[in-house]
C-alpha cells in the first residue's frame, strides 16, 4: 500500500502567554528567556489602576476567558498583596503572588521649583516633610476608568502618571511615582530626586500574580524564566518556594537575577494598547543649598 503522501511538515502554532504589565515594567529580559518558535508573549499594557482586572472573577468564579494568564502587581511596603486583591472584590485564596523586587519612591519636579535645587549628595533622599501636601499631584486624578475587558487596555496606558508629570514640569506642585514609573515618562524639565522611605513613602513591592484555576505548564515557564530557573526543572519549584514570595518574618525575597529596583519601559502591545511611553533621562537638582 502506498504510504502517506509526502510534503512540507506542517509548522507547530507557537503556544501565547497573555502577560499583563503596568507602567515602568521592564518584562524584556523575562520574555528573552521565555520566547522560542514554539512559545511567544502578548503584552497588555494596563494603568496600575486596573492592574487587578485579569484576576477579577466573573461567571463560574474565574476570570473571563482566563486572559491574561499573568500579571504584574504592585503594592506598597505597608501593604500587602493580599489587602491589595481584597480590596479590589478578589479572593487572595484564589490567586498565586510571586514577589519578585522592590520599587524606591522619587520626587519629581519641575526644574523652576524650589526643591529643583536641592543638593542629594550633601543632604540625601528629600524628607517627606519637605514636601508640601497642597501640591501633590495624584496620578488617579487622571487615569481614566479601567477597560471592563482584562484584554483591553487604555488608549494612552499611564496616561495619569503622564499628565502628572506634565504639570509638574510647568512648575506647579510635585508627584511621588516608582522609580521606574518615574524614568519611564522623565523629561528634560523634570527633575528627579530620591525620596526617603517613611510612613508616607515607603516604597513599593513588585510581584508575578496568577489565577490558581489558570494554572499551567506555560504560566510556571514564565515562572521559571522569571527567577532565572533552567529549562525543565519542576513546575512545582514555586510551592517549595513559597508563593507568596515573602520570609517568615515577612520581609520581601528577591528572586534570582532580580534587581531592588525595577526598570522603566514595558513593550509590546495587545488588541486596543495605546502608544508606550518613552523613557527619558530625567534632569538633575543644579548643585544648590537645601530649601529652607
Known amino acids: 500500500m502506498p504510504g502517506p503522501p509526502s510534503g512540507p511538515a506542517v509548522p507547530a502554532v507557537p503556544e501565547t502567554l497573555f502577560l499583563s504589565t503596568i507602567p515602568g515594567a521592564s518584562p524584556s529580559k523575562w ?64 490567586v498565586h503572588v510571586v514577589r519578585f523586587y522592590e520599587e524606591d519612591p522619587v520626587v519629581c519636579v519641575g526644574q523652576d521649583h524650589l526643591l529643583a535645587a536641592w543638593d542629594v549628595e550633601a543632604d540625601g533622599p528629600v524628607p517627606a516633610a519637605e514636601l508640601d501636601t497642597a501640591e501633590v499631584m495624584d496620578p ?66 513588585v510581584g508575578l500574580a ?6 499551567s505548564q506555560l504560566v510556571q515557564d514564565f515562572i521559571g524564566a522569571a527567577k532565572g530557573r533552567r529549562p525543565g526543572s519542576s513546575r512545582n519549584d514555586h510551592l517549595r518556594d513559597g508563593t507568596s514570595g515573602t520570609t517568615p518574618a515577612g520581609r520581601p525575597r528577591a528572586a534570582s537575577g532580580t534587581a531592588r529596583s525595577g526598570q522603566a519601559g514595558s513593550s509590546g502591545s495587545a488588541r486596543a494598547s495605546g502608544p508606550s511611553g518613552k523613557s527619558g533621562k530625567s534632569g538633575k537638582g543644579s548643585k544648590g543649598g537645601r530649601r529652607r
Open 31 to 94: 520574555v528573552d528567556r521565555f520566547t522560542s518558535r514554539e512559545r511567544r508573549v502578548q503584552l497588555v499594557n494596563h494603568d496600575v489602576g486596573g492592574q487587578v482586572a485579569f484576576l477579577a472573577p466573573g461567571p463560574g468564579g474565574s476570570a473571563p476567558r482566563g486572559l491574561p494568564q499573568l500579571g504584574y502587581l504592585r503594592w506598597r511596603l505597608d501593604s500587602s498583596p493580599e489587602q491589595l486583591l481584597t480590596a479590589a472584590g478578589v479572593d487572595p485564596a484564589d
Open 210 to 215: 496568577w489565577l490558581r484555576t489558570v494554572d
Open 140 to 205: 488617579a486624578r487622571f487615569a481614566p476608568e479601567p477597560p471592563a475587558d482584562p484584554l483591553d487596555a487604555p488608549e494612552v496606558p499611564g496616561s495619569g502618571e503622564r499628565m502628572a508629570v506634565e504639570i509638574v514640569a510647568t512648575g506647579a506642585g510635585h508627584v511621588v511615582l516608582p522609580a521606574s514609573v518615574a524614568r519611564m515618562f522623565g523629561r528634560k524639565d523634570v527633575v528627579v530626586l530620591p525620596l526617603a522611605r517613611d510612613a508616607a513613602h515607603p516604597g513599593w513591592a
